[in-house]
C-alpha cells in the first residue's frame, strides 16, 4: 500500500506538510507562502511552561495554527483528529492511506529513530506526512529529511502517543475539501496584519515586548539563578531557535522569502525591500544564537558575556518593532 506521493524537503516541519499536502492535492503552494499567510512567526516567552527544565521561549504560533489560519484564508477545508487509543489512531491511519489520502500528524521527537541523537529531546509538535505501508512499516515523509524514511508500526504508536507537554494523543489531520481557486492575495494580507499585530502586541512577554523581556532576564540570570542554571537556560533559548523547527533566524529567512513572493502577487515594491531588511534581522538573530552559545559551552572570551548577549537581543528587538510599524503600513 503505497501512494504515489511526492517527498519535498523543507526547512520547517508544519509548513512542509501543509506545502507538500497542497502539491500532492494539486496547489502548488511554497513553504514560506503557508507559513506568511498562516502568520507562524511569533515570540512567545513562557515561564510557567517548562521545557527539558527550563522556561520556554517559542519562536512561531501554537503548532497547527499555521495549517489552521492558512486553510481558513485559501478556503480550505481541514479534519482534525485524536484519539484515545494507539490501535484506534492505526485503524484511521489506515483507512485514510486505502483511500490515497496521505495524512499529516504530530508525534514527539524523542522516539523518532531516524533523527540524529542530538534532535532527540522530549518535543511533541514535530510534524510528518505518512504516506503508505509496506508490511509492518509505515512510509515517511518527514519535510526535515532529505529523503523519506519508514517507521514500524510500534515506532510510529510510541511518537503519535508520546507524553508531555503537547502530548499529541495520535493527532491526525488532512486537507478534505478545496475551492476552485485559492484566495491567495487576501489571504496574504490578512496573514500580514495578523503578523504584525502579534509582533507588536502590548503584552509584556509576546512579540518585540517579549524579546525586550527575556534580555531582560538573561542580565539577571546569572547572579539569579547561579552560572550553571544560566548557562542552562541560555541554552535553551538557543535550541529553541536553532534546533526545534528553525526558530529566529531561520523563520525570519522564510518570512523574508514569503515577503518577496508576495511583492510579486500583490504587485507591491514595499514587501520586496522589507524582505530585504527581514533577511539582515535574520543574520542579526543567528550572531546572537552564535555567541549565546559561546557562553554556555564556555567558549566565550568575552568579559560580561551575559550583557552582552543581552543587548543584542535588545537591537533586535528595537528593528524588529520599527520593522513591523513600516510592514502595517506596507499593505
Known amino acids: 500500500m503505497e501512494i504515489n506521493f511526492t517527498h519535498h524537503q523543507t526547512a520547517h516541519c508544519e509548513n512542509g506538510v501543509v506545502s507538500n499536502l497542497m502539491k ?36 512561531r504560533t501554537m503548532p497547527g495554527q499555521i495549517f489552521k489560519r492558512f486553510a481558513k484564508r485559501t ?7 485524536k484519539f484515545k487509543t494507539p490501535q484506534q489512531a492505526e485503524a484511521r491511519l489506515i483507512e485514510n492511506l486505502e483511500k490515497n489520502n496521505p495524512v499529516g500528524l ?27 505501508k509496506q508490511n509492518d512499516s509505515y512510509l515517511i515523509s518527514d519535510p526535515v529529511m532529505e529523503t523519506v524514511t519508514t517507521l514500524t508500526s510500534k515506532e510510529l504508536d510510541k511518537v503519535r502517543f508520546a ?20 484566495n491567495i492575495e487576501s489571504a496574504i494580507i490578512k496573514g500580514i496584519k495578523n503578523t504584525c499585530r502579534d509582533m507588536l502586541a502590548p503584552v509584556p512577554v509576546i512579540g518585540v515586548k517579549g524579546i525586550k523581556y527575556t534580555a531582560k532576564l538573561i542580565r539577571k540570570w546569572p547572579k539569579k ?7 542552562h537556560y541560555l541554552g535553551q533559548i538557543v535550541r529553541m531557535q536553532e534546533e526545534i523547527g528553525t526558530g529566529g533566524g531561520g523563520f525570519r529567512y522564510i518570512y523574508a522569502a514569503f515577503l518577496q513572493e508576495s511583492s510579486k502577487i500583490l504587485n507591491n515594491n514595499k514587501l520586496a525591500e522589507l524582505s530585504k531588511e527581514m533577511t539582515v534581522i535574520g ?15 564556555s567558549r566565550s572570551a568575552k568579559d560580561d558575556a551575559y550583557n552582552h548577549v543581552a543587548s543584542q537581543l535588545e537591537v533586535i528587538a528595537d528593528k524588529e518593532e520599527a520593522f513591523f510599524k513600516k510592514l502595517k503600513k506596507a499593505i
Do not use: T
Open 24 to 59: 500532492y492535492n494539486g496547489f502548488d503552494v511554497s513553504e514560506p507562502m503557508v507559513f506568511g499567510i498562516g502568520s507562524g512567526l511569533m515570540f512567545c516567552y513562557i515561564p510557567f511552561l517548562k521545557v527539558n527544565h527550563a522556561p520556554a521561549i517559542s519562536y
Open 75 to 81: 478556503g480550505i477545508k481541514i479534519k482534525k483528529e
Open 106 to 132: 504530530q508525534v514527539g521527537v524523542y522516539n523518532l529513530v531516524y533523527f540524529p541523537d542530538e534532535y532527540r529531546f522530549h518535543f511533541n509538535a514535530h510534524n510528518l506526512i505518512v504516506y503508505g
Open 163 to 182: 507524553k508531555g507537554a503537547f502530548a499529541p494523543k495520535g493527532h491526525m489531520y488532512y486537507p478534505i475539501g478545496f475551492p476552485e481557486k485559492l
Open 225 to 231: 539563578k547561579g552560572v550553571k542554571v544560566a548557562n
Open 283 to 297: 543574520d542579526l538573530w543567528r550572531d546572537f544564537a552564535l555567541d549565546a552559545s559561546r557562553i554556555y559551552k
